[in-house]
T-cell receptor
Framework: KQEVTQIPAALSVPEGENLVLNCSFTDSAIYNLQWFRQDPGKGLTSLLL???SQREQTSGRLNASLDKSSGRSTLYIAASQPGDSATYLC???WGGGNKLTFGTGTQLKVEL | DAGVIQSPRHEVTEMGQEVTLRCKPI?????LFWYRQTMMRGLELLIYFNNNVPIDDSGMPEDRFSAKMPNASFSTLKIQPSEPRDSAVYFC?????????????FGPGTRLTVL
């Protein structure tokens, strides 16, 4: 069964700290992996998309890596800020269609 | 572009009533997705369309749920009759083209409460 897991479910860090969010998936034959941010009561904002042929993608203070062989992706956030507080979701697309399978998310709180 | 537009943003209804959720995808996008988010099950894909044609509806929970896409700029998700367990946030998303490497862009969601 194709599943996506995110651990921990919640994380609290002090402002300025660099942090890593983890995503693991059961079937390494992915097509791509997408990281999203969700603020309370809001929709999802796409942060980064990594294709299966790529190892990483960067956008500003965010860097996402992909290791298909181990079934893992990480989202690195540099110099965290209180505005980064949100739930971060990863979603995997396996071959054969446009379906995204989501993890349950990591709720991040960056404290002053 | 205004992004994906969903209406209503909030809906409160009584059990047994019909509920219709609406979505306008980003102009030019030809793939449209309906998701449901609950605390218990997280985000689940209900159905998606390519070029207005339903491709995968395996996530639709039961016959009470139906979705249509009469044209490239409009889709509806209907629940009839609604039940309390249908209470959730329903998201619509769209992507450009049928390619599997296209990002999905989400609307703000409709929070449905069935009493």
């Amino acid at each position: 069964k194709q599943e996506v897991t995110q651990i921990p479910a919640a994380l609290s860090v002090p402002e300025g700290e660099n942090l890593v969010l983890n995503c693991s998936f059961t079937d390494s034959a992915i097509y791509n992996l997408q990281w999203f941010r969700q603020d309370p009561g809001k929709g999802l904002t796409s942060l980064l998309l990594i294709q299966s042929s790529q190892r990483e993608q960067t956008s500003g203070r965010l860097n996402a890596s992909l290791d298909k062989s181990s079934g893992r992706s990480t989202l690195y956030i540099a110099a965290s800020q209180p505005g980064d507080s949100a739930t971060y979701l990863c979603a995997v697309k396996w071959g054969g269609g446009n379906k995204l399978t989501f993890g349950t998310g990591t709720q991040l709180k960056v404290e002053l | 572009d205004a992004g994906v537009i969903q209406s209503p943003r909030h809906e409160v209804t009584e059990m047994g009533q019909e509920v219709t959720l609406r979505c306008k995808p980003i102009s030019g996008h030809n793939s449209l997705f309906w998701y449901r988010q609950t605390m218990m099950r997280g985000l689940e894909l209900l159905i998606y369309f390519n070029n207005n044609v339903p491709i995968d509806d395996s996530g639709m929970p039961e016959d009470r749920f139906s979705a249509k896409m009469p044209n490239a700029s409009f889709s509806t998700l209907k629940i009839q009759p609604s039940e309390p367990r249908d209470s959730a946030v329903y998201f619509c998303a769209s992507s450009l083209g049928g390619g599997q490497n296209n990002e999905q862009f989400f609307g703000p969601g409709t929070r449905l409460t069935v009493l």
